[in-house]
């Protein structure tokens, strides 16, 4: 068997494959397979065989068939030993049978014996046929090299960390409430997975909290959970100040006594969720909160203890990967947005006609979703002068070009047209179209939202270049503005979670 080379027997592993045959029997008898010698060598060994073995095993066509104690093979007989197989080591007249060769390994491995690779060989194997006969043959099959290596490098654990729901990870803003606390919200999604072929078992765990707006993470979290598989694990405890009173900004929280196991081979859906204080508290409305697990956490031993099945810790290489929830930020009265589609076009028959630039029209359409109370999104539309990521903020919904297009692009809304060149407008799709309270003053445009409904908008933006060469052109929203009254100037600024507001991009030429 071709495929069983190089293997790695591990500490405290039970019957780990070395060395595998296939016998076939000729059409004229069954055999039946009596002994089999075995020839170990050290290779870069220099302790006795069972100083890393615990015993070899002989099985045949998966039954095991035989099995001796390490220490039968000595120095005094060249590490060479006869295994007397059992009753069950029968192959038919004209079939094919698979011996197998196994090894355990002792459960305390020296760490200078780690590593060190053992060949075995199978010089001979005795059986008798139908009539009696007994034979013993040298198979003449090469040798096979392996090693012994502590469980963790056997089992090759690793402990996988990952992101998962980007529902919960994105920044969004969070509804918390003015009076009473706001229980168990999602603030990061992640993924564990234990790879290689050993149990990992999670003792204690640590994430990182940081706050802005708030001087401390207490003043806004009541109290961080650990989820794993959708139910309560652990209660995570500040690290750097135990006793929750003054926390800072940025603190590390540990869940001890996670005492939790992932199966080999299986990945775990886990999350942390925070019991928000009420406004009433020292949470201010517009303070923000993320949760991640990094490398400065699963580097840290006082934060991450994983262990094997031989109760191994995981060194800090096997910990590997990271997860961030993104800044969410509280608001007892605020707006949720969410992304539906998005498009771009560019008018060629237009650019045709002698005079006349391409024009691209881009649109993008999204829900807008009011809760904790009735709220008034501002339907004016302002321009971000440069294609800056993020912007000061102001009167209107705020879009520029994406940050793939070219710097130069003409929006100006005194060019002659018949429609506006850029405009808000509410469709169709939300869970209301109701405009009765909308103001409709030009220049001064508000769409108003009941508390717990949802409003379709679609931004469209006409573009023409303002130089003859062709100019590549996307458009994006930085950010919208909104406010409980209907007045022209909308104070709150929502610019989280928007990366995808943005359209693809269209080649414009000027005449």
């Known amino acids: 068997m071709s495929g069983i080379t190089t293997e790695k027997v591990g500490e405290d592993e039970n019957d780990q494959e070395v060395l595998g045959l296939d016998i076939e029997a000729d059409e004229g008898s069954d055999l039946q397979f009596t002994a089999v010698k075995l020839v170990f060598d050290e290779g870069s ?8 073995a615990d015993d070899v095993s002989v099985w045949f066509n998966g039954a095991e068939v035989g099995r001796v104690a390490a220490s039968g093979f000595t120095d005094d007989n060249l590490w060479t030993k006869t295994i007397s197989l059992s009753d069950g080591a029968v192959i ?13 390994g002792i459960s305390n491995l020296d760490t200078g014996d780690a590593t060190k690779t053992w060949t075995v060989d199978v010089r001979q194997i005795r059986f008798v046929d139908a009539r009696g006969d007994s034979t013993s043959e040298d198979p003449t099959t090469n040798t096979r090299t392996f090693s012994f290596e502590t469980y963790a490098t056997a089992v090759n654990a690793e402990l996988k960390i990952a992101e998962d729901s980007s529902m ?4 969004h803003t969070i509804d918390v409430h003015a009076s009473d606390d706001t229980a168990d919200v999602s603030m990061l999604s992640f993924t564990m997975e234990a790879k290689g072929t050993s149990d990992l078992k999670i003792k204690k765990m640590a994430a990182s909290t940081t706050v802005t707006g708030a001087s401390n993470v207490d003043d806004l979290a009541k109290e961080i959970t650990l989820w794993i598989g959708g139910e309560e694990i652990a209660t995570g405890e500040a690290i750097e100040d135990s006793d929750g009173v003054s926390v800072g900004s940025v603190e590390d929280y540990l869940f001890d006594d996670v005492d939790y196991t992932i199966p080999a081979g299986t990945k775990v859906k886990a999350e942390i969720k925070v019991t928000f204080n009420s406004v009433a508290d020292a949470l201010d409305e517009g303070d923000t909160m993320k949760v991640e697990i990094t490398e400065a956490e699963t580097d840290t031993a006082s934060m991450w203890d994983v262990r094997d099945e031989s109760n191994t810790r995981l060194v800090d290489a096997d910990l590997a990967g990271s997860a961030t929830g993104e ?5 007892d009265v605020a707006i949720q947005v969410a992304f539906v589609t998005s498009d771009s076009s560019e008018d060629e028959l237009a650019g045709q006609l002698a005079g006349n630039d391409d024009t691209g029209t881009y649109t993008i359409t999204f829900n807008v979703t009011a809760f904790g109370d009735d709220v008034y999104v501002d339907g004016d539309v302002d321009t971000a002068t440069t294609t800056a990521s993020s912007f000061g903020g102001g009167d209107g919904i705020t879009w520029a070009t994406t940050t793939n297009s070219s710097s130069v ?7 002659a047209s018949s429609t506006p060149r850029e405009i808000l407008e509410a469709v169709a799709g939300g869970s209301t179209t109701d405009d009765a309270s909308d103001v409709t003053t030009a220049g001064a445009l508000s769409f108003f939202i009941q508390e717990g409904e949802t409003r379709r908008f679609k931004l469209t933006v006409d573009a023409t270049p303002q130089i003859p060469a062709g100019v590549t052109v996307g458009v994006r929203i ?4 909104w406010d409980t009254d209907s007045g022209d100037i909308h104070d709150t600024l929502y610019n989280f979670n928007l990366d995808s507001f943005k359209t693809s991009t269209e080649v414009l030429n000027a005449s």
Not at 45 to 52: G, R, T, V
Not at 168 to 171: L, W
Not at 478 to 481: C, R, V
């Open 327 to 331: 800044a969410h930020a509280v608001y």
């Open 92 to 104: 038919k007249a004209g079939k094919v049978g698979q011996l197998l060769v196994k090894v355990s």
């Open 478 to 481: 930085l950010g919208i503005n």
């Open 168 to 171: 919960i990870n994105t920044a």
């Open 45 to 52: 060994a220099a302790s006795d065989f069972d100083q890393f």
């Open 409 to 415: 692009v003409n929006h100006d809304l005194s060019l």
